[in-house]
């Protein structure tokens, strides 16, 4: 007999401009698959807070989609009440262009705060050594640090982060408006947790996807890119942020 009802809902939002959306779906729909009590509400953008407040996770992969600011306080909300959420790659990411170069004003600081980061820059796609900077929790636990080929993300953190992988680089961001930022720090954070409230946003800056046509209107055609999702450890990062996220197992 099936044991008593232990759904866990969970609120999908992919929709990443310049990245390959329906890709990214399709592969965190799978994996959501794998724990069997997830029930997935899958959407594009952050109108519905209704649903999303009877959801336990929220799990997003989005890049410049910004909520309004009456769905930010409604996050701020969800994350205050005990919400997690797992934010992946560029979901923030808020991107204006200025005289042909990306520019990345403060537009929505209350989201912002709520995600931990901002971005702000990025060079172009390279391969670095992504290290383990806190080997006793349990979500990088037996990992061993591992080369990423991804886009290395300059960012603006909020205080009281816990980092959990880091990485060194130092390129200039060329194309963008803020070329130099952060290329004087030593490391930059890849996968971090932080808190509001009685919630927590756990988030993994890994995970560039590209498809041939996403890159519209600024190039017409452009390489496929899969990046580190190709690697073997970031779907072991993915799979363990979501039963973290969930906890409906011990990671």
């Keep these: 007999m099936p044991k008593a009802d232990s759904r866990i809902d969970v609120y999908l939002i992919v929709n990443a401009k310049y990245h390959d959306t329906n890709f990214a779906r399709l592969e965190l729909l799978k994996l959501l698959a ?21 959801c336990r996770t929220l799990v997003t992969y989005t890049c410049d ?14 994350l205050e009440s005990g ?3 797992l934010a992946l790659h560029a979901t923030n990411a808020l991107i204006d262009f200025v005289n042909g170069k990306a520019d990345t004003p403060d537009r929505a600081p209350l989201f912002m705060k709520l995600l931990g980061s901002r971005f702000v820059a990025h060079p172009a796609i390279a391969k670095f050594t992504v290290r383990i900077a806190d080997p006793s929790h349990p979500l990088v636990a037996g990992l061993s640090e591992f080369e ?57 800056a890994l995970g560039h996807c590209c498809g041939k046509y996403d890159l519209r209107p600024l190039a017409e055609v452009v390489p496929i890119h899969r990046g580190s999702w190709n690697n073997p450890v970031f779907y072991e990062l993915l ?5 973290w996220v969930i906890r409906q197992t011990a990671v």
């Excluded at 989609?65 to 969800?78: E, F």
């Excluded at 799979?239 to 039963?243: A, G, T, V």
């Design 239 to 243: 799979r363990r942020s979501i039963r």
């Design 148 to 204: 990423a080929e991804d886009e290395p993300y300059y960012c603006d953190y909020e205080s009281g982060t816990h980092v959990l992988l880091e990485a060194s680089y130092n390129q200039p961001s060329m194309g963008y408006v803020r070329s130099d930022y952060g290329t004087d720090r030593d490391s930059h954070p890849q996968m971090y947790l932080h808190h509001t409230g009685a919630g927590e946003v756990l988030y993994l």
């Design 83 to 85: 919400g997690r959420w």
């Design 34 to 54: 794998e724990q069997e009590d997830v029930w997935v509400h899958v959407a594009s953008d952050f109108s519905d807070m209704e649903t999303l407040s009877r």
């Design 65 to 78: 989609l910004c909520p309004t600011l009456d769905q930010q306080q409604a996050l701020k909300t969800y």
